[in-house]
């Protein structure tokens, strides 16, 4: 059974649309992620759920707007796409945010490539 | 603000050698430190983590990484490398939860480690 998946795995759209990517875990954990890896594979963090709750927002244009319609599920949405906006998005999920002496780690999903043209 | 570095863009390493990865980080407080593999067109996978004690972290597949506090360094190891472990290396710091980071992780530029015949 796969971990954390996503759908689609690949995404060719046009600029200006708009366009969903899905994320679903049964791992049983409270806390999901988003991630940016660009074409030299830098990776950052955009968005983190605990238990469907908003915990981290980085400078992440307001054109993306992550869902979380419950633990297991994390959604991504982004509006009026840019070509700066091609990259591997990945989900990722822990067993919760951990706490100061258990950082927890985090299994991430197979990846969507989203191409803008 | 917490920072990790990988400072070699490409390691090439024969087959049935000894392997080194390097990661250094800045972080205030103690850092949790995490290794992490990206084979090509897949997610990350989780090898290792440091926490605290023993400075020498033993993970999956045959890899080990050595704690330095006073060199803060992370270097991952392996004492016989594998065409198989060819791969995208990433080193990542737990940011403190006490600033209010919850389990997010900020990683370094990766290493892209070949092995050959």
């Known amino acids: 059974d796969t971990a954390v998946s996503q759908t689609p795995k690949y995404l060719v759209t046009q600029m200006g649309n708009d366009k969903s990517i899905k994320c679903e875990q049964n791992?049983?954990?409270?806390?999901m992620y988003w991630y940016k890896q660009d074409s030299k594979k830098f990776l950052k963090i955009m968005f983190s759920?605990?238990?469907?709750?908003?915990?981290i927002n980085e400078t992440v244009p307001n054109r993306f707007s992550p869902k979380s319609p419950d633990k297991a599920h994390l959604n991504l949405h982004i509006n009026s796409l840019e070509l700066g906006d091609s990259a591997v998005y990945f989900c990722?999920?822990?067993?919760?945010?951990?706490?100061?002496?258990?950082?927890?780690?985090?299994?991430f999903g197979p990846g969507t490539r989203l191409t803008v043209t | 603000a917490q920072s990790v570095a990988q400072p070699e863009d490409q390691v090439n390493v024969a087959e049935g050698n000894p392997l080194t990865v390097k990661c250094t980080y800045s972080?205030?407080?103690?850092?949790?430190l995490f290794w992490y593999v990206q084979y090509p067109n897949r997610g990350l996978q989780f090898l290792l983590k440091?926490?605290?004690?023993?400075?020498l972290v033993k993970g999956s597949y045959g890899f080990e990484a050595e704690f330095n506090k006073s060199q803060t360094s992370f270097h991952l190891k392996k004492p016989s490398a594998l065409v198989s472990d060819s791969a995208l290396y990433f080193c990542?710091?737990?940011?403190?939860?006490?600033?209010?980071?919850?389990?997010?992780?900020?990683f370094g530029t990766g290493t892209q480690l070949k092995v050959e015949l």
């Open positions: 440091y926490i605290t004690g023993d400075n």
């Open positions: 759920y605990n238990n469907k709750e908003l915990i």
């Open positions: 791992l049983g954990h409270d806390t």
């Open positions: 990542a710091v737990r940011v403190p939860i006490l600033t209010g980071g919850g389990n997010k992780l900020t």
């Open positions: 972080v205030s407080g103690n850092p949790y």
């Open positions: 990722a999920s822990s067993p919760g945010q951990g706490s100061i002496a258990q950082p927890y780690e985090q299994y």
